[in-house]
DNA sequence: CGAAATGTTGACTATATTCAAGGCAAGTGG
DNA sequence: CCACTTGCCTTGAATATAGTCAACATTTCG
């Protein structure tokens, strides 16, 4: 199998049925076994874990066009669950299709691993904004990556702003910050003319303001060190 | 090609040389192109990514077994750093090894994504501890996890202690802290008679106890919800 | 229209950071 | 062999950042 026809095909054949929810629903549990493999249409959805007490931590945001559920396929037993943001309708695979997309198409496969490795990348952003940036600039950089990411997925390139489903809770939840502080901060940057939210879309007002203040590294103007990595 | 010895084989095809390094030396540079596909066959090695500041987030610990460069083959300019820990070997593939295998082994392939998504699962967890633990939670959690990871790779399984070659700052780099408080932490739980640290080898003297530091979700004895996944 | 969810703000408290200083152990050069 | 450096660990005091509590405004939705 080589040619672009049957690889659309293949996955066509993997797929089960397709699935409607609202907002706000629980499509994976976590401590879950045997959670289903899907793909998001439309609409947005999150990872997350909890800890006893209830608190949360959302691990990324999922766009459509992303997989949900790769790493539950492959530890049982999953070690998050997946909730959606808005309503969304997902094409849901077969138990082995993981499995039957690498057998069948190495092409495919090898995607799967690459949109595996990317979402991973999503996660240590997260990680690094959690671990060591201020609240103005974990909120800069979460805003300035949901935007880009939603923006490539639209036509117009997001110059009427993109969507933007997420409530303040789920903000701070994604950045390990307080609901309050999370709303303090965030009105802060409001007013300073960073950035807008009406209608549920994002508007980015000042993207290089946020990009400074979320300390974004840019690969292509900026050498952090003159040591010569080693290969 | 479907039984082990071919696979073996295979690996062994697309080795291109192994690479012996010290201590503290980088392997792959932050927005280095054209990053090679390791393995680590002994030592250990972390992740990280950094700010322009020099601050630096370590995103995780690699141990032997464990591939170096996957994301890197797939993005192009690679997002994050890779530093030795310790000396170590490295196995060090062809340029276009992580293609190859999945051409030639669907098995290896999937292996391949398995492992992709058992390391995200080690970055999610870490971004739950930063996001969400105390300073004393995120501590317990890594010496659990650490301990649990090194452990399993002994024939004893860690009753004389595992190595544990982390320097303080190390740690403060995972878990989003500061030297001082990462110090203070630990202090306090050592004198508890939680864990000890002596010669670089890590004792874990009440498991209990750090796990209910940590918060540690148990799968196995609770559900933390009594609603129903959908699927 | 009323209820529930979400957003906003101030006052107070807790946790973690920064600054500063010193200790200990290992390695180095005279 | 001994001063001397260097890297890592340790501690206290002052400060900053973020969390908690409490109240109220605004929006959304049945």
Chains 1, 2 share one sequence.
Not at 86 to 112: I, K, Y
Not at 194 to 199: A, K, N, P, V
Request: with cysteine; aromatic share 6%.
């Amino acid at each position: 199998m080589s040619n672009n026809a049957d690889e659309i095909a293949l996955v066509q054949s993997l797929k089960r049925r397709e699935l409607s929810v609202g907002p706000g629903e629980l499509l994976i549990q976590e401590g879950q076994s045997e959670a289903s493999l899907f793909t998001l249409l439309t609409g947005w959805a999150y990872r997350f874990k909890t800890l006893s007490d209830g608190r949360c931590q959302i691990l990324n945001f999922l766009l459509p066009g992303d997989f949900i559920g790769v790493q539950q396929k492959m530890v049982a037993v999953a070690a998050h669950g997946v909730m959606s943001l808005t309503s969304a309708r997902l094409c849901v695979f077969q138990r082995d299709a993981l499995w039957e997309l690498h057998r069948q198409s190495p092409t495919m496969g090898f995607n799967v691993t690459w949109l595996s490795a990317r979402e991973e990348s999503l996660v240590d952003e997260g990680l690094l904004s959690v671990g060591r940036r201020s609240a103005a600039g974990r909120i800069s950089a979460l805003l300035i990556l949901l935007f880009k990411r939603a923006a490539g997925r639209q036509l117009d390139g997001g110059v009427d702003g993109v969507p933007f489903p997420l409530t303040q809770q789920h903000i701070a939840d994604a950045l390990g910050l307080s609901l309050v502080h999370t709303n303090k901060t965030m009105r802060k940057l409001e007013r300073a003319g960073l950035y807008r939210i009406e209608h549920a879309r994002l508007h980015i007002l000042d993207a290089a303001k946020l990009m400074t203040l979320a300390d974004i590294y840019d690969p292509i103007n900026s050498r952090m060190s003159t040591s010569r990595p080693l290969v």
